[in-house]
T-cell receptor
Framework: DAGVIQSPRHEVTEMGQEVTLRCKPISGHDYLFWYRQTMMRGLELLIYFNNNVPIDDSGMPEDRFSAKMPNASFSTLKIQPSEPRDSAVYFC?????????????FGDGTRLSIL | QKEVEQDPGPLSVPEGAIVSLNCTYSNSAFQYFMWYRQYSRKGPELLMYTYSSGNKEDGRFTAQVDKSSKYISLFIRDSQPSDSATYLCAMESMDSSYKLIFGSGTRLLVRP
């Protein structure tokens, strides 16, 4: 089975530009999560969706960040305008809702550098 | 103070050694305790999870949870060079399901 697929794997852009990160969750998974990983702050949850609906966006750092999930197989995280402090690795993860515990499965991330 | 504390390492051990990785936490509401392994330039992958207190064993890996001390451990027996990675603990409470709180990760190097 294909895992969580993220694109692009690497993104380098100048500050002020719009950045769009993409994620395809594992088929059949009900939950989708966006995380950011930095050396200083570690792995932080930004936002998560259940059945395409945003449930908790309290981790989104600023209004410059937005996330959408137009359907069960696609989500985007957008930064506009981007700033150098947004440089990080952004991970998408998905999981399936069941009675028991279901772990989150992570993609390999997008390494974002804002110059 | 962070909710989850983890020594960043690096921890360097010879092949075959027993490795002990630890996390402490402050939120008594945490009920699920996970260990993720992250190789360089890859996403975290779940190694083990434990519900509430106790031990869980899977091959060379053993996870322990001591809720009275707010302390969790991961033991790796007969460590291999392929175990070299960053190990992240993560925790989740029942009242905020699906919100994982991660430790900062411990970098492990197993020397051949």
């Amino acid at each position: 089975d294909a895992g969580v697929i993220q694109s692009p794997r690497h993104e380098v852009t100048e500050m002020g530009q719009e950045v769009t990160l993409r994620c395809k969750p594992i088929s059949g998974h009900d939950y989708l999560f966006w995380y950011r990983q930095t050396m200083m702050r570690g792995l932080e949850l930004l936002i998560y969706f259940n059945n395409n609906v945003p449930i908790d966006d309290s981790g989104m750092p600023e209004d410059r960040f937005s996330a959408k999930m137009p359907n069960a197989s696609f989500s985007t995280l957008k930064i506009q305008p981007s700033e150098p402090r947004d440089s990080a690795v952004y991970f998408c993860a998905s999981s399936r809702q069941t009675d028991g515990y279901q772990p989150q499965h992570f993609g390999d991330g997008t390494r974002l550098s804002i110059l | 103070q962070k909710e989850v504390e983890q020594d960043p390492g690096p921890l360097s051990v010879p092949e075959g050694a027993i490795v002990s990785l630890n996390c402490t936490y402050s939120n008594s509401a945490f009920q699920y305790f996970m260990w993720y392994r992250q190789y360089s330039r890859k996403g975290p992958e779940l190694l083990m999870y434990t519900y509430s207190s106790g031990n869980k064993e899977d091959g060379r890996f053993t996870a322990q949870v001591d809720k009275s001390s707010k302390y969790i451990s991961l033991f790796i027996r007969d460590s291999q060079p392929s175990d070299s990675a960053t190990y992240l603990c993560a925790m989740e409470s029942m009242d905020s399901s699906y919100k994982l709180i991660f430790g900062s990760g411990t970098r492990l190097l197993v020397r051949p």
